[in-house]
T-cell receptor, first 110, second 113 residues
Framework: DGGITQSPKYLFRKEGQNVTLSCEQNLNHDAMYWYRQDPGQGLRLIYYSQIVNDFQKGDIAEGYSVSREKKESFPLTVTSAQKNPTAFYLC?????????FGPGTRLTVT | GEDVEQSLFLSVREGDSSVINCTYTDSSSTYLYWYKQEPGAGLQLLTYIFSNMDMKQDQRLTVLLNKKDKHLSLRIADTQTGDSAIYFCAETSISGGYNKLIFGAGTRLAVHP
């Protein structure tokens, strides 16, 4: 069953703690992406990776970090430097022109 | 700069057609997309259209593209309650050799009996 998995679905953290969101895909896609979604807004690109061991900053990368050690995996770390980390985080992967999304992780930081 | 605009809300009666509109700014966009998001879920790719096409039909979905006016629309025929969701329009933008998607804020479609 091919697809993109994100875990956990809900995540709660205290302010000042780093937290890592998981994203795995078994679609054999080269490119992977992280987006952030806030209520009433479109998606904003955090980071993207076109191949293993390479990634680029998107539009809102400050306070986030990523790694791409395996083709299937693209974890996102939300650091304590991110001023407003509470949001819905979506991972995606693509081949050619079609970009597919995972189910998302809702992060709440208090 | 790049920008995608959508109306925020649309209400239709079950069985009627829904038309969701979108305007975009990047005239070099290669593909334009429609995604559907149900509450608490990720985005589902519904359909996309290549910029040299005027229309694309896929079962109940019809996409119309007016490249001159940079206007994209999604028509859903015989709208059902299961179509209630947020619909996002997205355009492509080439940035550093990478095909980036720019999303609108989404149109919330409410289907009532």
């Amino acid at each position: 069953d091919g697809g993109i998995t994100q875990s956990p679905k809900y995540l709660f953290r205290k302010e000042g703690q780093n937290v890592t969101l998981s994203c795995e895909q078994n679609l054999n896609h080269d490119a992977m992406y992280w987006y952030r979604q806030d209520p009433g807004q479109g998606l904003r690109l955090i980071y993207y990776s076109q191949i293993v061991n390479d990634f680029q900053k998107g539009d809102i990368a400050e306070g986030y970090s990523v790694s791409r050690e395996k083709k299937e995996s693209f974890p996102l770390t939300v650091t304590s430097a991110q001023k407003n980390p509470t949001a819905f985080y979506l991972c995606a992967s693509s081949t050619g022109y079609e970009q597919y999304f995972g189910p998302g992780t809702r992060l709440t930081v208090t | 700069g790049e920008d995608v605009e959508q109306s925020l809300f649309l209400s239709v009666r079950e069985g009627d057609s829904s038309v969701i509109n979108c305007t975009y700014t990047d005239s070099s966009s290669t593909y334009l997309y429609w995604y559907k998001q149900e509450p608490g879920a990720g985005l589902q790719l519904l359909t996309y259209i290549f910029s040299n096409m005027d229309m694309k039909q896929d079962q109940r979905l019809t996409v119309l593209l007016n490249k001159k006016d940079k206007h994209l629309s999604l028509r859903i025929a015989d709208t059902q309650t299961g179509d209630s969701a947020i619909y996002f329009c997205a355009e492509t933008s080439i940035s550093g050799g990478y095909n980036k998607l720019i999303f609108g804020a989404g149109t919330r479609l409410a289907v009532h009996p």
